[in-house]
């Protein structure tokens, strides 16, 4: 095998060159498929060069997912922030409106974190875990302000398992040391605009339209009806 090549031998943007070669490769063969011999032969480039970068597909696969968290994270606090603090309603909706519009125009980057798992890879919780959380961290939010300010309508939801609390505990380290109950809330919503998201990307929203927005809509206005008091 030759050896690495040094550092200052390096293109300066090699780094950023992989993971764009990377996602185009998922996007064309989806991230099972994922090589780092494919990505170096794209590049022109020597596979040892990659790994002082990634020194496996597994390392690659980390830093992508990271990255696809840390895009969508922004784009929800975004979405949050351009909305008045005190219009909880509205905040809420425009996370919603967010992150299906994320999902549409990063595909890829959405099935990567939210899909189906690539065969023989686990993700470290350690290091996936910090934008993870950050990127629902805007949706809890909104959620535990309702319950602060008595707007919250969730009577009898259920508890968390003593044996599943430990997680939430990780997460409040990195997303925010909300209640308990706002965050349950928020993973339940979460579920239910993801499911009506991923049929879309999927192209399985008949009779509803390809696009599936009106389905969505009324899927926002059913949370509020749900979840928000009425002033």
Known sequence: MSPRPRKSEQQPNLQAAIKETAWKQIAEAGGAALSLRAIARELGITAPAIYNYFPDR?????????????????????????????????????????????????????????????????????????????????????????RAAGRLNAPDFPKVKEEYKFGFEMWKKFGGDYDLLSLSVAVLIWARVHGIVSLEIAGNLPPFGADGNALYMYEMQALQKQFVKAL
């Open 58 to 146: 597994d390392a690659l696969v980390t830093a992508l997912i990271i990255d696809a968290y840390t895009s969508f994270g922004d784009s929800q606090i975004a979405a949050r922030d351009a909305i008045p603090a005190d219009d909880l309603p509205a905040r809420m909706t425009a996370i919603g409106v967010a992150y299906r519009d994320w999902a549409r125009t990063y595909p890829q980057r959405y099935q990567l974190i939210f899909g189906t798992p690539i065969p023989g890879y686990e993700a470290p919780l350690e290091a996936v875990l910090p934008s993870a959380a950050r990127s629902l961290s805007a949706l809890v939010s909104v959620v535990d302000g309702l």
